[in-house]
């Protein structure tokens, strides 16, 4: 007998990040090939005729794991009973527009949904908040949800984590599956902080493989900071079938275990490493048994802390930035 199908929520559900995930997710990339599943699809008024477009192309595919799709512009109806969602859409940045109101336009999309959840989804829900500003988000989300485990709201630095694969992979002529415990500290955002001071390649220090610290620091950071500009540059859109996958990587890793491997997460924080607790934050950490764990007692050198610092100060602005609003 096959098992009963989860539910899974999506917003920005017409968006071109969307456009990639939806259809892995419904081909059993994100919780296995013997894993039916529901997607609850949510959007603005305005894209629902997109949407619909969108789902014609999942019911051509004929997934045979993918039992039914619900269209909606009501978070309320996206988020019933649902055990995971991707919350991709958000208010992105418009011509002139400030930071402040940029947060402002957002804040209010994820305590609606943040509240939304609290009042429909699962108890044990997973939630990975994509869009940007997208620890903030997650931080209002998780605020506005009093009745849900703090734990259960997690953003993506994941994209980031990959990247910063993908430059050591290069840079040491090491294949990416050879490569373990790399970091991203931080925000998602040009403040983040890469890390392989601890990464290692076949058992072996890949720091000390690589020997050189002026590549680490003004080619290595600002590559993996800067990628996401630099893919909108090249492309004329911004990531969005990397940014799927790697959604996909932290929701599979989380549900399924990332089998003792290093993985980066925007999590709240426990207070480990000096950051405030609760403050939503890129950390390394296990996933087993559908948790997570902070990888613990790092040693963090004093360049290291100041990078840290630097996202740190980044997100307390922003977060401190949107407190009035969450009441
Ligand atoms: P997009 O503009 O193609 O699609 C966004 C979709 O969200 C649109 O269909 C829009 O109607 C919808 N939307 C807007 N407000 C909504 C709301 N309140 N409720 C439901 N849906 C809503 O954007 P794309 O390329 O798919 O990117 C989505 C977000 O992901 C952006 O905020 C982008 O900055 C962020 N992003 C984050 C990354 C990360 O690593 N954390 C990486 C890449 C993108």
């Given at each position: 007998m096959s098992k009963p199908a989860k539910r899974i929520a999506i917003s920005g559900a017409a968006g071109q990040i969307a456009y990639s995930l939806l259809f892995r997710i419904a081909n059993g990339d994100l919780l296995g090939k013997d894993q039916p599943?529901?997607?609850q699809l949510l959007d603005l008024p305005q894209a629902q005729a997109a949407v619909k477009g969108v789902v014609m192309e999942l019911e051509d595919c004929a997934f045979e794991l993918l039992q039914d799709i619900i269209i909606t512009d009501d978070p309320k109806i996206a988020f019933k009973d649902i055990d995971y969602a991707l919350?991709?859409?958000a208010r992105p940045r418009s011509k002139g527009m400030e930071r402040k109101d940029l947060l402002s336009a957002n804040a209010e999309i994820f305590t609606v949904q943040g509240r939304a959840l609290n009042e429909m989804a699962s108890r044990n829900v997973k939630i990975l908040?994509?869009?940007?500003?997208?620890n903030t988000n997650a931080y209002i989300a998780m605020k506005s949800a009093p009745d849900l485990p703090?734990?259960?709201?997690?953003s993506m630095m994941r994209l980031d984590h990959?990247?910063?694969l993908a430059q050591l992979a290069a840079q040491s002529k090491q294949p990416i599956a050879e490569i373990e415990k790399v970091i991203v500290w931080g925000n998602h955002s040009p403040t983040m902080y890469p890390d392989f001071?601890?990464?290692?390649?076949k058992g072996a220090s890949l720091q000390q493989m690589l020997n050189d610290e002026a590549w680490n620091r003004t080619v290595f950071i600002p590559t993996v900071a800067q990628r996401g500009t630099a893919v909108i540059e090249a492309r004329g859109l911004s990531s969005a079938a990397s940014a799927a996958n790697a959604a996909i990587d932290h929701m599979r890793d989380w549900a399924l275990g990332s089998n003792g491997r290093w993985v980066t997460m925007g999590i709240p924080s426990n207070g480990a490493y000096g950051i405030p607790e609760g403050l939503l934050y890129g950390f390394p950490v296990t996933t087993a048994n559908g948790d997570y764990t902070v990888v613990s007692d790092l040693e963090i050198d004093t360049f290291s802390r100041e990078r840290m610092d630097l996202a740190l100060q980044e997100l307390l602005e922003e977060q401190n930035g949107v407190k009035h609003l969450l009441g």
């Open positions: 599943v529901i997607l919350l991709v859409g908040v994509v869009g940007n500003p997208a703090q734990k259960n709201f997690t990959n990247r910063a001071r601890f990464a290692t390649v």
